[in-house]
């Protein structure tokens, strides 16, 4: 199936995808990013150790899971100092509490057990508690030191930004890969049969063709690749064929030279060593030694004849004339001939004027060699018929016979050089390039002929342009 969608138009299109792709991976990883930065600097280590960062109006969603892992626990008081809820294992029997007891909490004795934090809130009913957080000393310590929060911070924002540009790169790398993949389906692949494609041509193999599904520009290069290795494929084979004709036709000379020579040779032997010694006799053989150099002759003559014709050299005039005339006059010609062997020969020829430009001499030739395998190829009462019709652009020239016919396996070689119907090869008949040199005058007069053939007939069918 051929694409309608331009090159250009492709690439556009994929690299807004691409854009987009990374826009879209870039957004992602600036998000986790700074979810990875709020978790690791948002909070410090004993932020869910203190009260103010546990404390909840709803007393049982207290997050206390921190402080009962240091065996410490959670209670709220009312606004009396009276304790109202627990969380946690209670480790004293501490029920109520004064301000000073409150504030003993905080004094950093050795009295004192427990570390404390409390902060206020208010519920949304309206009433006010206090959060009280209270841990064994034993399990954690609090030292007095100098900070080392803010250098630890930077190292931990530089590590994070290390870590997307690494993800960001290992990320883009695979979707440069991805979309350099996808690109190269639809423009390298391509490319790469193309490349293929004229090696092979460059090497003689004219027989492959290209087939890849691609865009609008290489779809055209495809169709005129294919299109031009379908042109040479079929130059090659004409060649081919052209040579197997030559070597069939220096064959078929060779042969048709050969026999009439070798009998000439004989004869002239014969009568150079007076082995032939009855006068009669003697003339006979001369009759045929004459014979015989005639048909060498005419062989040679048509075989000079079609050269000159293949030749580009050869000097090619038409004339314009009435070929009615030139018809009539030809028919006059043949008429006593079709007469003295018992045929009917019928013509229908216009007797107005009818103009084509054409050479006389040489489609006298044309016309004459059928005429003649009509006259020496059929026997006594064959009907042969020669008809002239116009149309518009043509004239159409037809002889037609009720004679032997021509059979479809033969019909399509009638035309090659030195093929005879009988396939005989027999030295009496005729020299075989007749209808060559017919069909290749018709052809020089950018005409055309067919043959149209069976038992009991034969008809000849030629187009002239006016």
Avoid at 136 to 158: A, E, H, R
Avoid at 201 to 208: L, S, T, V, W
Wanted: aromatic share 10%.
């Amino acid at each position: 199936m051929k694409s309608n969608e331009k090159l250009q138009a492709m690439l556009i299109k994929n690299y807004v995808f691409f854009s987009m792709l990374v826009g879209i991976m870039a957004i992602l990883l600036f998000v986790l990013f700074n979810f990875q930065l709020l978790k690791e600097m948002g909070e410090s280590p004993d932020s869910k150790l203190k009260a103010q960062e546990i404390v909840r109006q709803d007393f049982q969603k207290i997050p206390s899971e921190g402080v009962e892992l240091v065996q410490g626990w959670v209670e709220i008081l009312d606004d009396h100092r009276q304790i109202v809820f627990v969380k946690g294992k209670k480790l004293d029997s501490i029920t109520a509490y004064t301000e000073k007891d409150l504030n003993e909490l905080f004094y950093d004795s050795k009295q004192n057990r427990y570390h404390a934090s409390i902060t206020p809130f208010e519920t949304e009913e309206g009433r006010n508690y206090y959060c009280l957080v209270k841990i064994p000393k034993k399990n954690i310590t609090s030292d007095l030191t100098f900070s080392n929060t803010y250098n630890g911070q930077y190292n931990v924002f530089w590590l994070l930004i290390i870590q997307t540009s690494l993800l960001f790169i290992i990320l883009f790398s695979i979707n440069v890969y991805l979309y350099s993949r996808w690109t190269s389906t639809k423009i390298t692949n391509p490319l790469l049969q193309v490349a293929r494609g004229i090696k092979d041509i460059a090497d003689g193999h004219y027989r492959n063709r290209l087939n890849y599904k691609a865009n609008y520009e290489l779809q055209q290069i495809q169709a005129s690749f294919n299109n031009l290795a379908e042109r040479l494929e079929k130059a090659e084979n004409e060649k081919k064929q052209l040579e197997e004709s030559k070597q069939r036709m220096l064959v078929d000379l060779s042969h048709d030279l050969k026999t009439p020579i070798t009998s000439i040779k004989g004869y002239v032997e014969a009568l150079r060593n007076d082995l032939i010694k009855d006068e009669e006799k003697r003339k006979n053989v001369l009759n045929v030694i004459y014979t015989k150099t005639e048909l060498v002759t005419g062989l040679i003559e048509d075989l000079f004849e079609l050269t000159k014709l293949d030749s580009p050299d050869y000097p090619f005039a038409k004339e314009l004339s009435d070929i009615a005339e030139f018809i009539r006059e030809l028919a006059v010609e043949y008429y006593d001939a079709f007469e003295d062997k018992n045929f009917h020969f019928q013509f229908e020829i216009p007797s107005y004027e009818v103009k084509v430009p054409f050479n006389q001499i040489l489609l006298y030739r044309s016309l004459s060699n059928i005429l003649s395998n009509a006259l020496a190829y059929n026997p006594e009462g064959t009907t042969v018929t020669l008809k002239l019709t116009e149309d518009d652009t043509k004239v159409h020239i037809s002889i037609k016979d009720d004679g032997i016919g021509i059979s479809n396996e033969i019909k399509e070689k009638v035309f090659d050089a030195f093929f005879r119907g009988d396939q005989s090869r027999k030295s009496d008949g005729g020299t075989g390039l007749g209808l060559t040199i017919t069909k290749k005058i018709i052809e020089m007069h950018n005409g055309s002929i067919h043959l149209d053939s069976g038992n009991g007939y034969t008809h000849f069918q030629i187009a002239l342009l006016k």
